[in-house]
Protein backbone atom coordinates (compact mmCIF):
# COMPACT_ATOMS: atom_id res chain seq x y z
CA UNK A 1 0.00 0.00 0.00
CA UNK A 2 2.97 2.28 0.84
CA UNK A 3 4.62 1.38 -2.60
CA UNK A 4 1.54 2.21 -4.56
CA UNK A 5 1.15 5.77 -2.65
CA UNK A 6 4.59 6.40 -3.23
CA UNK A 7 4.28 5.51 -7.40
CA UNK A 8 0.98 7.40 -7.50
CA UNK A 9 2.90 10.80 -5.56
CA UNK A 10 5.28 10.23 -8.17
CA UNK A 11 3.11 10.14 -11.24
CA UNK A 12 1.58 13.10 -10.32
CA UNK A 13 4.83 15.14 -9.87
CA UNK A 14 5.71 13.69 -13.57
CA UNK A 15 2.37 15.52 -14.90
CA UNK A 16 2.83 19.17 -16.47
CA UNK A 17 0.84 21.37 -14.16
CA UNK A 18 -2.45 22.89 -15.68
CA UNK A 19 -1.37 26.51 -16.49
CA UNK A 20 -3.84 28.97 -15.47
CA UNK A 21 -5.14 31.59 -18.16
CA UNK A 22 -5.40 34.95 -17.13
CA UNK A 23 -8.34 37.71 -18.60
CA UNK A 24 -6.93 40.99 -20.21
CA UNK A 25 -8.77 42.44 -17.43
CA UNK A 26 -6.56 41.03 -15.12
CA UNK A 27 -3.48 42.47 -16.67
CA UNK A 28 -4.66 45.72 -17.21
CA UNK A 29 -8.13 46.54 -14.94
CA UNK A 30 -8.65 50.26 -15.89
CA UNK A 31 -9.46 49.79 -19.91
CA UNK A 32 -12.25 51.84 -20.86
CA UNK A 33 -15.33 50.14 -22.84
CA UNK A 34 -14.60 51.97 -26.16
CA UNK A 35 -11.22 51.30 -25.49
CA UNK A 36 -11.87 47.10 -24.72
CA UNK A 37 -13.18 47.28 -28.38
CA UNK A 38 -10.38 48.71 -30.36
CA UNK A 39 -7.69 46.32 -28.86
CA UNK A 40 -10.68 43.46 -29.97
CA UNK A 41 -10.31 44.79 -33.47
CA UNK A 42 -7.88 43.65 -36.22
CA UNK A 43 -5.13 45.95 -36.08
CA UNK A 44 -5.20 46.64 -31.89
CA UNK A 45 -5.49 50.19 -29.95
CA UNK A 46 -2.09 52.06 -31.12
CA UNK A 47 -0.93 55.41 -30.00
CA UNK A 48 2.18 57.90 -30.57
CA UNK A 49 3.71 60.94 -29.64
CA UNK A 50 6.40 62.57 -27.77
CA UNK A 51 7.36 61.00 -24.26
CA UNK A 52 5.73 64.02 -22.76
CA UNK A 53 2.17 63.86 -24.43
CA UNK A 54 1.65 60.49 -24.30
CA UNK A 55 -0.95 58.66 -21.47
CA UNK A 56 0.00 55.07 -21.70
CA UNK A 57 -1.62 51.81 -20.29
CA UNK A 58 -0.70 51.24 -17.15
CA UNK A 59 -0.63 47.09 -16.57
CA UNK A 60 -1.38 45.74 -13.02
CA UNK A 61 1.32 45.44 -10.42
CA UNK A 62 0.63 41.87 -9.91
CA UNK A 63 1.05 41.31 -13.62
CA UNK A 64 4.86 41.19 -14.53
CA UNK A 65 4.73 43.18 -17.10
CA UNK A 66 7.11 45.88 -17.05
CA UNK A 67 8.09 47.24 -21.01
CA UNK A 68 7.80 50.48 -19.59
CA UNK A 69 11.31 49.91 -17.60
CA UNK A 70 13.10 48.18 -20.76
CA UNK A 71 12.12 51.13 -23.30
CA UNK A 72 12.87 54.12 -21.28
CA UNK A 73 16.45 53.44 -19.70
CA UNK A 74 17.16 54.18 -23.31
CA UNK A 75 16.08 58.11 -23.03
CA UNK A 76 13.41 58.29 -25.68
CA UNK A 77 11.94 61.54 -26.99
CA UNK A 78 8.95 59.38 -29.08
CA UNK A 79 6.75 56.06 -27.75
CA UNK A 80 4.61 54.39 -29.71
CA UNK A 81 2.38 51.58 -27.64
CA UNK A 82 -0.04 49.04 -28.78
CA UNK A 83 -2.24 46.46 -27.19
CA UNK A 84 -3.83 43.82 -29.38
CA UNK A 85 -5.79 40.86 -28.69
CA UNK A 86 -5.49 37.99 -31.38
CA UNK A 87 -8.69 35.89 -31.33
CA UNK A 88 -7.94 31.91 -31.10
CA UNK A 89 -8.54 30.68 -34.96
CA UNK A 90 -8.35 26.98 -34.23
CA UNK A 91 -8.00 25.72 -31.06
CA UNK A 92 -5.60 27.73 -27.75
CA UNK A 93 -2.46 28.90 -28.55
CA UNK A 94 0.72 28.52 -26.58
CA UNK A 95 4.03 29.77 -25.03
CA UNK A 96 5.77 27.28 -27.90
CA UNK A 97 3.54 28.68 -30.79
CA UNK A 98 4.64 31.96 -29.96
CA UNK A 99 8.00 31.33 -29.52
CA UNK A 100 8.09 29.59 -32.83
CA UNK A 101 6.49 32.81 -34.47
CA UNK A 102 9.43 34.73 -32.94
CA UNK A 103 11.74 32.57 -35.00
CA UNK A 104 10.68 33.20 -38.62
CA UNK A 105 12.85 36.62 -38.51
CA UNK A 106 13.06 35.95 -42.72
CA UNK A 107 9.26 36.36 -42.48
CA UNK A 108 9.99 40.12 -41.72
CA UNK A 109 11.07 40.84 -45.06
CA UNK A 110 8.61 42.37 -47.48
CA UNK A 111 5.83 43.62 -45.18
CA UNK A 112 3.90 46.09 -46.19
CA UNK A 113 2.83 49.44 -45.01
CA UNK A 114 1.20 52.40 -46.08
CA UNK A 115 3.76 55.28 -47.35
CA UNK A 116 2.22 58.46 -47.09
CA UNK A 117 4.76 60.10 -49.14
CA UNK A 118 4.75 57.66 -51.82
CA UNK A 119 0.58 57.48 -51.35
CA UNK A 120 1.29 53.36 -51.65
CA UNK A 121 1.49 50.43 -50.29
CA UNK A 122 5.61 49.75 -49.46
CA UNK A 123 7.56 46.94 -48.62
CA UNK A 124 9.26 48.47 -44.85
CA UNK A 125 11.96 45.51 -43.91
CA UNK A 126 13.77 44.89 -48.03
CA UNK A 127 15.61 42.43 -46.29
CA UNK A 128 15.22 40.42 -42.52
CA UNK A 129 17.86 38.11 -41.81
CA UNK A 130 19.69 36.57 -38.50
CA UNK A 131 23.41 37.26 -38.04
CA UNK A 132 26.40 34.81 -37.03
CA UNK A 133 27.28 36.74 -33.83
CA UNK A 134 27.24 40.64 -32.64
CA UNK A 135 30.47 40.68 -34.28
CA UNK A 136 29.84 38.80 -37.58
CA UNK A 137 27.71 39.96 -39.83
CA UNK A 138 27.46 36.75 -41.74
CA UNK A 139 23.77 36.09 -42.41
CA UNK A 140 22.24 32.78 -41.25
CA UNK A 141 18.74 30.92 -41.99
CA UNK A 142 15.83 31.00 -39.55
CA UNK A 143 16.03 27.73 -37.72
CA UNK A 144 13.45 25.23 -37.53
CA UNK A 145 10.42 24.95 -35.73
CA UNK A 146 11.33 24.49 -31.88
CA UNK A 147 10.26 21.97 -29.45
CA UNK A 148 10.04 23.57 -25.93
CA UNK A 149 10.75 27.32 -25.11
CA UNK A 150 13.89 28.25 -23.51
CA UNK A 151 13.89 30.47 -20.90
CA UNK A 152 15.93 33.66 -22.35
CA UNK A 153 18.23 33.76 -25.92
CA UNK A 154 19.97 35.95 -27.99
CA UNK A 155 19.58 36.71 -31.62
CA UNK A 156 21.72 39.37 -33.83
CA UNK A 157 19.15 40.50 -36.84
CA UNK A 158 19.81 43.04 -39.55
CA UNK A 159 16.80 45.19 -41.11
CA UNK A 160 17.05 46.66 -44.52
CA UNK A 161 15.18 49.38 -43.71
CA UNK A 162 13.39 51.29 -46.51
CA UNK A 163 13.94 55.09 -45.32
CA UNK A 164 17.21 53.77 -42.97
CA UNK A 165 18.82 51.26 -44.89
CA UNK A 166 20.66 48.40 -43.28
CA UNK A 167 19.90 48.27 -39.05
CA UNK A 168 21.33 46.26 -36.82
CA UNK A 169 20.02 44.99 -33.81
CA UNK A 170 20.51 42.75 -30.41
CA UNK A 171 17.20 40.38 -29.87
CA UNK A 172 16.54 39.12 -26.41
CA UNK A 173 14.06 36.64 -25.56
CA UNK A 174 12.87 35.47 -21.76
CA UNK A 175 9.85 33.62 -20.89
CA UNK A 176 8.13 33.87 -17.47
CA UNK A 177 5.59 32.05 -15.73
CA UNK A 178 2.74 33.06 -18.09
CA UNK A 179 4.24 34.82 -21.18
CA UNK A 180 7.32 35.89 -23.26
CA UNK A 181 8.87 38.78 -23.50
CA UNK A 182 11.18 39.91 -26.80
CA UNK A 183 13.05 43.33 -27.12
CA UNK A 184 15.07 44.88 -29.56
CA UNK A 185 17.82 47.13 -29.88
CA UNK A 186 19.57 49.09 -32.66
CA UNK A 187 23.39 47.55 -32.20
CA UNK A 188 24.54 50.38 -34.36
CA UNK A 189 23.89 53.90 -35.33
CA UNK A 190 20.99 54.36 -37.84
CA UNK A 191 21.20 56.68 -40.92
CA UNK A 192 19.13 58.47 -42.76
CA UNK A 193 20.27 60.34 -46.10
CA UNK A 194 23.65 59.37 -44.88
CA UNK A 195 23.08 62.03 -41.62
CA UNK A 196 23.08 60.00 -37.84
CA UNK A 197 19.76 59.56 -37.23
CA UNK A 198 19.51 57.35 -34.25
CA UNK A 199 22.73 57.19 -32.03
CA UNK A 200 23.59 53.11 -31.18
CA UNK A 201 21.54 52.02 -28.44
CA UNK A 202 19.03 54.60 -28.69
CA UNK A 203 16.12 52.79 -30.62
CA UNK A 204 14.34 49.91 -28.56
CA UNK A 205 11.04 48.07 -28.83
CA UNK A 206 9.75 45.44 -26.45
CA UNK A 207 6.77 43.11 -26.91
CA UNK A 208 4.93 41.07 -24.27
CA UNK A 209 2.82 38.03 -25.46
CA UNK A 210 0.93 35.80 -23.02
CA UNK A 211 -2.40 33.50 -24.21
CA UNK A 212 -5.02 34.79 -22.24
CA UNK A 213 -8.96 33.40 -22.38
CA UNK A 214 -9.96 36.02 -24.92
CA UNK A 215 -6.87 35.15 -27.54
CA UNK A 216 -3.04 35.92 -27.99
CA UNK A 217 -2.39 39.45 -25.57
CA UNK A 218 0.55 41.06 -27.57
CA UNK A 219 1.59 44.75 -25.34
CA UNK A 220 4.25 45.99 -27.56
CA UNK A 221 5.95 49.82 -27.09
CA UNK A 222 8.77 51.16 -28.80
CA UNK A 223 10.78 54.44 -28.12
CA UNK A 224 13.58 56.52 -30.11
CA UNK A 225 15.74 59.67 -29.48
CA UNK A 226 15.97 61.09 -32.91
CA UNK A 227 18.76 63.92 -34.27
CA UNK A 228 16.80 67.20 -34.91
CA UNK A 229 17.42 67.12 -38.30
CA UNK A 230 15.55 63.66 -38.85
CA UNK A 231 12.95 64.54 -36.81
CA UNK A 232 12.40 67.86 -38.70
CA UNK A 233 11.65 65.63 -41.80
CA UNK A 234 10.13 62.17 -40.54
CA UNK A 235 6.96 62.09 -38.21
CA UNK A 236 9.07 60.37 -35.51
CA UNK A 237 5.87 59.20 -33.66
CA UNK A 238 4.54 57.46 -37.07
CA UNK A 239 7.47 55.94 -38.36
CA UNK A 240 7.53 54.60 -34.86
CA UNK A 241 4.10 53.36 -34.73
CA UNK A 242 4.29 51.71 -38.45
CA UNK A 243 6.97 49.55 -37.27
CA UNK A 244 5.82 48.09 -34.62
CA UNK A 245 2.32 47.59 -36.49
CA UNK A 246 4.53 45.89 -38.54
CA UNK A 247 5.74 43.77 -36.01
CA UNK A 248 2.51 43.04 -34.66
CA UNK A 249 1.60 41.59 -38.16
CA UNK A 250 4.71 39.09 -38.18
CA UNK A 251 3.23 38.00 -35.15
CA UNK A 252 -0.42 37.77 -36.10
CA UNK A 253 0.49 35.72 -39.11
CA UNK A 254 2.92 33.67 -37.38
CA UNK A 255 0.40 32.60 -35.35
CA UNK A 256 -1.92 31.64 -37.62
CA UNK A 257 0.68 29.66 -40.29
Not at 88 to 96: A, E, P, T
Not at 152 to 172: A, K, M, P, Q
Not at 191 to 215: H, Q, V
Not at 227 to 246: D, M, Q, T, Y
Amino acid sequence: MILGLILALLFTASLPAETHLRSLDELFPNISESHRAEIHSEAGMVRSGRVSDLQLFSPAPASGIELRDIVMRTGPSFLAESLLIIPYQSGNKDLLDIYNALLKVSDLKGRLYHSHTRDAEVPLFEEATRLDSASRASPVPDPPPASIVPNSETVYIRLRDINFGNTYYRTDMNRNAHGINYSLINTRTISYLFFPAIREGRFSAALYMEPLKEGILVYSMAGADASNFVAGRIHIPSAISKRLEVFIAWIRDGLSA
